[in-house]
């Protein structure tokens, strides 16, 4: 059974940083994409970041590049993201999920099979 665990939310200051970590167990996804997506109260969930199979592509939101940077490990199955330079606006429940096909990179939530069940991050100004 695939497993995404999250970790690293918390209460931070506007203009700090945090470090998400997601830990997938059960199954490699060495050859999967992988992604962070976020629901603040009342939005739908939105796009982060994506990083390829191999980690030499990424795809950002506008909302957060030059800010978060997404990274990944293949000897622990996991999936990394910085946030620095924390806003307000940052405030929600970060979700990491793993594409089930293999090579693509996709910021479309509906193509990412696998999800975790999240973890918060609030940011106070």
């Known amino acids: 059974q695939v497993q995404l665990v999250e970790s690293g939310g918390g209460l931070v200051q506007a203009g700090g940083s945090l470090r998400l970590s997601c830990v997938v167990s059960?199954?490699?996804?060495?050859?999967?994409?992988m992604g962070w997506f976020r629901q603040a109260p009342g939005k739908e969930r939105e796009f982060v970041a994506a990083?390829?199979?191999?980690?030499?592509?990424?795809l950002y939101a506008d909302s957060v590049k030059g800010r978060f940077t997404i990274s990944r490990e293949h000897a622990k199955n996991a999936v990394y993201l910085q946030m620095n330079s924390l806003k307000p606006e940052d405030t929600a429940v970060y979700y990491c999920?793993?594409?089930?096909?293999?090579?693509?990179?996709?910021?479309?939530?509906?193509?990412?099979?696998?999800w975790g069940q999240g973890t918060q991050v609030t940011v106070s100004s």
């Open positions: 990083i390829s199979w191999n980690g030499g592509s990424t």
């Open positions: 999920a793993v594409d089930g096909a293999v090579g693509t990179l996709t910021a479309t939530a509906s193509e990412y099979d696998y």
């Open positions: 059960g199954r490699t996804f060495h050859s999967n994409c």
